[in-house]
């Protein structure tokens, strides 16, 4: 199959599984997934099944989460004290929380197989500055489609608008990422299989 441009038909046909036995003198590659809210990020990756880069976070958790499975909970010293070591991948701060990658979780993944990590772009750009074998993949949707998505999961008119003016800016990232994925009127079961076959040729 050739890519033209980066970009990839999710009309193409592709039935390619793939399976991994960890290699321990090799360096695994970590996809890191770039997308507008509503463009079928998680529920991609979810179905493929690769394995996921836990993010930390200094906030609390949630009934029902799972440290180690939904995030790393960490105290707001314990990251002061990584940052002094120089033991964090990424971070930045939202809502007064801090949220990242730890060094030790990234080579932990990479080190047993490919991994995914969802992420937006400053934490794109400084995964690939740290993992030369990062590699960028934009699940793109249109508009309207990215709009239905956002009102099937119920969110508020206001975060609707929200994410709308945001997902403006997030199209600007389409040309610092490796491949292009459309993902025509969801088809979930096409951008499945691509994005297999894009994480066997690259694994």
Known sequence: ????????????????????????????????????????????????????????????????????????????????????????AEWNEYANHTYGITKEELSNRVSEGPSYWIAEIHGFRKMKEIYPYTIGIYIYTNQEQSLHQLKQRGETKETIEIRTKENEEVSTWMDECDYIVYNHHNHLNNAVELIKHIITAKS
Do not use: Q
């Open 1 to 88: 199959m050739k890519f033209k441009d980066k970009k990839i038909d999710l009309w193409s046909t592709m039935s390619k599984c793939f399976n991994f036995s960890a290699d321990p003198n090799k360096k695994y590659p970590l996809f890191v997934i770039l997308g507008p809210s509503g463009s079928g990020k998680t529920t991609v990756m979810r179905e493929i099944g690769l394995p996921e880069l836990v993010s930390f976070t200094t906030r609390e958790m949630r009934k029902g989460e799972i440290n180690g499975v939904d995030y790393h909970f960490l105290t707001k010293e314990d990251v002061e004290i990584r940052k002094e070591n120089n033991l964090l």
